[in-house]
């Protein structure tokens, strides 16, 4: 008994170690449309593999490209932690992208 008990432990802490955590991951950026002018800043989720500047620029700037908007930079990376304190500034950006 104690050791299917102990084979079922073992069992369940392989998996639970093969299996990553699933870490979020997500950006603040600034981003503008042409003629005329106009400037958002917003908050959006990016893929587990694209938890750096470069590629979160290059993961979201198709995004806002298909509603007209150019990425100008990525502010900061950052985890769930920090979504509530940006929430309010980025508005109707929050998590669009």
């Known amino acids: 008994m104690m050791t299917h008990a102990l ?3 073992a069992i ?3 998996v639970l170690v093969a299996v990553p955590a699933q870490a979020q991951c997500f950006a603040d950026y600034k981003a503008k449309r042409d003629n005329p002018l106009r400037l958002h800043y917003g ?3 990016l893929p587990d ?3 750096t500047k470069q590629a979160a620029a290059r993961a979201l700037a198709p995004r806002l ?3 007209g908007w150019t ?3 990525i502010l900061s990376i950052f985890g ?3 979504l509530e304190q940006r929430k309010a500034s980025a ?3 929050f998590l669009r992208y």
């Open 7 to 9: 084979s079922a432990l």
């Open 12 to 14: 369940a802490l392989a």
């Open 43 to 45: 908050v959006a989720q």
């Open 49 to 51: 593999n694209a938890c």
């Open 65 to 67: 490209a298909r509603d």
């Open 71 to 73: 990425l100008l930079n």
């Open 80 to 82: 769930p932690e920090g």
């Open 91 to 93: 508005g109707p950006y």
